[in-house]
């Protein structure tokens, strides 16, 4: 199954408008609950900041590839993994440190900061993991990444933020519509990728999609324990974890085409990054729901609430 099929119909008019739309209400939902001196105080403490990056910058690839030797994975499923573990974090795991209220700023700042590294990392990992079918002429689309940090991230939670700075009686209201639409769009989204037929789940037996379900299960287990291991708050650990967890794999579809053209093993990789794509979200639920319910974000430890930020308090 080559990657040559083009997306028609509504799935097409999803992926080419729904999700941008999505991303935009979505950040401007949350900007509106956000002030600069939540950024100062990653700053004054940048560990969060600093773990999630080596998380996702080194502890997942190096996961991956003990993942994919310890499971003999063949080629075609292997470069899709080593793709996964690849790309930054996601928009949407913003969205979803939102609902587990975890710390919204860290997960932003991360995103933002993975997602601009990337276009540095990227080549170099899947130059490391999967040299022998990376073709000379590998490259990322680097405009279209920093245009759509700029006018999908970064730009509406600008908005958000300003909203809630000049008009501060009508924050909540703007937090609620823009969430609630983000949400809205994410399931009508996640419905016409389910009814298009474009991922068969079962097309190529069982054993591939229990190997990438593995991998996301995987990752949700290591992650927050890491992160306690260096001394994260659960806030934090829920952020950190969700961002490791849920992929940009947007970015990775760009590069599909990149690897074994014409061939079967192409197929392998395309579907390798859709289902994760679809199972890494949902798979975060648990963890987000022991959060919101004030247990430990970290199976098996004591619950390890944020330290009080005072200055950030006082300017809610």
Not at 10 to 34: D, I, S
Request: aromatic letters at 8%; glycine letters at 8%.
């Amino acid at each position: 199954m080559p990657y040559s099929a083009p997306v028609h119909g509504f799935q097409h008019f999803a992926e080419t408008w729904l999700v941008p739309a999505q991303l935009f209400f979505t950040m401007l939902g949350m900007g509106a609950t956000l002030g600069v001196r939540d950024f100062v105080e990653l700053v004054r403490r940048p560990h969060g900041v600093a773990l999630g990056l080596l998380l996702q910058m080194v502890a997942v690839p190096l996961i991956a590839v003990a993942f994919v030797w310890l499971l003999g994975i063949p080629p075609g499923w292997a470069v899709g993994l080593f793709l996964v573990a690849a790309v930054p974090g996601g928009a949407a795991s913003n969205l979803l440190t939102f609902i587990g209220k975890g710390s919204v700023p860290l997960s932003l700042a991360v995103t933002t900061l993975t997602t601009l590294i990337s276009l540095v990392s990227v080549p170099i990992v899947l130059r490391l993991t999967a040299s022998q079918h990376l073709p000379d002429d590998f490259s990322l689309p680097t405009l279209r990444v920093i245009r759509e940090i700029g006018l999908w991230l970064l730009g509406p939670l600008a908005l958000g933020m300003v909203f809630r700075r000049i008009r501060p009686q009508h924050s909540r209201r703007i937090e609620k519509i823009g969430v609630r639409t983000g949400i809205v769009l994410i399931v009508i989204i996640a419905l016409s990728s389910v009814g298009s037929g474009r991922l068969a789940v079962l097309e190529h037996g069982p054993w591939p999609p229990a190997r990438i379900a593995l991998f996301a299960l995987l990752l949700l287990v290591l992650a927050p324990q890491l992160c306690r291991l260096f001394g994260q708050d659960d806030p934090s650990t829920v952020a950190i974890s969700v961002e490791v967890v849920v992929r940009n794999t947007s970015i990775g579809l760009l590069l599909v085409h990149y690897f074994f053209p014409g061939q079967a093993e192409q197929g392998e990789v395309l579907y390798t990054c859709l289902l994760y794509a679809g199972l890494a979200a949902p798979s975060t639920v648990p963890l987000l729901l022991r959060h919101r319910r004030g247990k430990s974000a970290v199976l098996f430890r004591a619950p390890k609430p944020a330290d009080p930020a005072p200055e950030a308090i006082s300017s809610r």
